[in-house]
């Protein structure tokens, strides 16, 4: 009697503090972000890339954790902002900065401090307008800004090779590149979530790519990001090109 009174006790304790378990995985997105630093100033940028991606998986997991656990707070939101302006804001400009954009000075510089800005930006205004964003994301968000631009550091050598890819790498389109995907995080263009059922009928198309990056041997963690923030470019130019041609005629 005793030993089932005390096991009941445990199994009550534990059930009152599963809120904690999310906060485990925010921090673990911290810590891999702060990691990434580390390694990006040994020159290590291959593990600093890794540790990026895989604060974004962290990322992912601890709100859908909490969705779960019915333990979404305030004090949760918070913390995740913070992780992510380490791991996806602070983390990806040191690393792109020690890997090639230190080559061009102040320009460099001026690129990655408009990123970083933008970046924080998209955080905090995500905290204002979150609860109005079931069903889409107003502005690009910053783990899908950083995880495509870190990959452009782990498949550097695919993009070299590559016909067409290769121009990624010249100085002026990689810094036009990182000035639109700033722009994107802080533009009022919408991009799915996912999270309700009629957008993930949009997560088909990515799968379907996946699945042929994966048969011809493309750079699946490359392609995807990309297309998933060409494909809410292309559709809020649309949108914004419809609105003003209905204005004028």
């Known amino acids: 009697m005793k030993i089932n009174g005390f096991l009941n006790k445990i199994v009550i304790s534990f059930g009152r503090n599963l809120f904690l378990i999310p906060f485990f995985f925010t921090f673990a997105n911290a810590i891999l972000g702060l990691m990434s630093v580390f390694k990006t100033l040994n020159s290590e940028y291959a593990v600093a890339a890794y540790c990026i991606l895989l604060a974004a998986f962290m990322d992912g997991l601890d709100g859908r954790l909490a969705r779960a656990l019915n333990s979404c707070t305030v004090l949760g939101m918070e913390l995740d902002s913070l992780s992510d302006a380490i791991s996806f804001c602070v983390a990806p400009v ?17 690129v990655l401090a408009v990123y970083l800005c933008a970046g924080l930006f998209r955080l905090a205004k995500f905290n204002i307008i979150s609860k109005d964003q079931s069903n889409f994301f107003l502005g690009l968000p910053t783990p899908i800004a950083a995880f495509f631009l870190t990959n452009i550091v782990l498949y550097h050598d695919w993009i070299s090779q590559n016909k067409v890819a290769h121009l990624l790498l010249e100085k002026n389109v990689l810094f036009v590149f990182v000035v639109l995907i700033s722009f994107l995080m802080v533009s009022k263009i919408k991009f799915p ?5 009629s957008s993930r009928v949009a997560i088909l198309p990515f799968l379907i790519v996946g699945l042929l990056c994966i048969l011809l041997r493309y750079p699946f963690f490359l392609l995807i990001p990309f297309l998933y923030i060409l494909s809410g470019f292309t559709k809020g130019c649309y949108f914004r090109a419809k609105q003003i041609l209905a204005s004028r005629f």
């Open 193 to 197: 979530t996912f999270k309700n059922k």
């Open 94 to 110: 040191v690393l792109l900065y020690s890997w090639e954009l230190q080559d061009f000075g102040t320009l460099g510089f001026i």
